[in-house]
């Protein structure tokens, strides 16, 4: 081998690690006993003063509870012979319930019932995770509670999830290995338009922790007319993503505060992924399928996790718990290695560094700013990265920033024009342009002109710094800083070009 | 030895981590401007700051936008982009712009779609780049050639 290929060999590495493909699994002897059990075992909510708070913005809850019934459809559809009427007539009826929401919760059972009846285990342990899911809403988006009232609960939530045997594992899980068997991605290849509507709930059941988490329960519903709207206009009808969305991607700070919570959430997201793909196996029998569903339960189940560790594990195996740096609510991903993985959308992105500008996010202190917009939610470092991120992105774009009060968290949000309101009345900005590897100095949001004082005087360096309205702010724009570093890799699914990519560049 | 490995590792580091973003429309990676030619194309409304990767791309992404629209084009001068507007839905370019849009594969479009400040300029980039049958276009032209339904072509 020349040197120059060694060079190349070594800085390609990522494309060029193949792709894990695993064998059909086989019962393991281990099998919980209540995976046998067709039994009911009807679980419920915790009783508690917040639940169903989520009914607060009921745009939110009508489409958390549509989720459900799409799911449902599309299982019973699978159970019964109706496979082929997934892509037309299931696809139709789905949608128009996602555009006709219900107003309370459905019981998928009434919608699935041979589905339930065949798969009842499996019902358990989406139930179970979907209650997790709905309590840690309404928990957030409770009234009458501090933060740090709301963030004790959200822990005593999940031990109360993790006590019970259909929980789900709150590690992370190597996601290239758990979408690796025979049958995995059938159900995203053959039925585009179906799947593409459930990774767009995933989209709305993981984007919602950061719209909610710290935020004043006020300065909820604004963010969720924004929300609402890209999830029924883009994100339902989405069928060019490379992989479900991930918390940890739509909501970093909540996933940054409740690992083991959103690692749950995406094991059962997964979970969802394996089984619509052996169930839409032709070629595999009634019970070969049920025993592939048990198998698939059986891999998330904490229980089969118990007593390993997050960052630890054999690579790419059901075993592999480690986590990208600066992100432990996040198993690694197809072609991913401790400092980088792909996001679809996104392309490569290192989660420990600010995404406007590259330098590593700060360890202690105000965490800087998130930028949604477009779908997507990215971590930067300070007011100017978030503000720019957001101005070279069309459309409508949320900025969720920390201030100089902890408990403060600034929302806001822009029109399509870059026009900007706060939640936060009289807010003022500093910036004072200088090195970038020092932006999260100078370029800060305080919640009035007194704390803005107060920072400036204990900096010398900032002294005479002026002090910059919302207004002032939002028409600066500096541009991507030089500092900005792009991962230029190819993506990991496709060896070759996404469809609509290859259609455009075709004209 | 040392030396040639040191001059590789400084070449593969710039390929691997240019300063670049995708174009919104074509979703390939935008062209960064060189030292010769600029290439960033630049679109301007409110307090939006948008880049693209060619004029068609903007012309193509254009709907998406419901305001008054400022268009930096690059031209053949450095630092002077060719700049048109979007007033009340009506495009209007400088006098004497010509348009070029003659690529056949999209990776080339950043080349191939340009704006020029005159006639003179069009013709010594066609020259320069030994492009065959490329037409000098007027905005109207361009705007014809490019908003046209998919199909229709010749």
Redesign the interface.
Known sequence: MSLLALILGVSTFAQESPRVQSPMPELPVSLPGWLSNRGADALFYKAAPYNWAINRIPAFAKDMYATSVGHAMAYEALVTGKSQELESKTFVTIDRVLKNPPSNPIDEAEISPRFVQKYGYLEKVFDWAHTLHFQTIDVLMHPGWSDTQKEAEIDRLWAFYSSEPYAISGLPTNMEYLDSFPYSGAFRKNYPKVNGLFWGYHWLQTVNYDMLFRVPTADQKPQYALIGQRYHETELYRTDRDFMPMTAEMSPRFARRFPEVTNAFDNLHMLHDNVNDILAQPNLSDSAKQSQVKIAIYRVLASTHRGEKPGEGEPKTLHDHRFPYGMPGMGMMVGSDESSMYMSGMGWMDMSECAHCSIPLPDEGPWGATVSAEGWTMTVRCMMCARDMAAETPGRAIIRAATEDENRLLVMISDEEGNWTSNIKGIVFLEEFGEHPNCSLWSRVFTSRSAFDIFVAKVPELKGAKALSLDQWSKLNYGTPDTYRKLNRPNPYHKDPPIRLRERRDE | MKR??IA??VL?SA????????C??????LVQNTKDQDNEVVVK???????YRCVYCVFK?QK????DLIVYAPSEKIGEPVVLKRTAGKWTAPDGAVFLNTFK???DCAELSRAFSSRAAFDKYVTDKKLIDAKALSLLEFMDLVLKP?GTDK
């Open positions: 040639i490995l590789i590792l593969l390929l691997a981590f240019s300063h670049e973003g995708d919104p429309y074509c979703k390939l990676p409304f409110g307090n939006k700051r948008i880049e992404d998406r936008y419901k305001t594969k999209h990776a998919v």
